[in-house]
């Protein structure tokens, strides 16, 4: 399967990269089989997330699923972006190989050990 032009798009131009300055949580998971690791940063006022940052660390669509993420919650409530799946992610980057779907799950992994942090 070739990746789209959106997940080239976002590997080229990643959205949201670095650290967040003055973040409420800061979250770093590693995927224990392949080593990609993910960091996410979050501000988050009231149960609204009003700021995400990532650090990818490992193989391309870590990079790609953590530009996508931020994308997808930033704005959201806690709530909201707890209900955001695997699946949704995986078509946001417009597909990834079975073979890569891990990075999806290692993303939302990381946001649901972010929010429960908070």
């Given at each position: ?7 080239t ?13 003055n ?9 224990p ?38 994308e997808l ?13 695997r699946k949704?992610l995986v ?28």
């Open positions: 399967m070739p990746y789209s032009q959106i997940f798009d976002h590997l080229e131009n990643p959205r949201n990269g670095g650290e967040l300055e973040a409420d949580v800061v979250v770093e998971e590693t995927n089989v392949c080593g990609d690791r993910l960091r996410l940063s979050l501000r988050i006022n009231k149960g609204m997330i009003e700021a995400a940052r990532f650090l990818a660390y490992g193989c391309p669509p870590v990079l790609v699923c953590g530009s996508a993420l931020t919650i930033q704005g959201k409530t806690t709530e909201e972006a707890l209900l955001v799946t949704q078509e946001s980057v417009g597909g990834l190989p079975l073979r890569k779907q891990h990075a999806a799950a290692l993303a939302i992994e990381t946001l649901r050990v972010a929010i429960e942090k908070k």
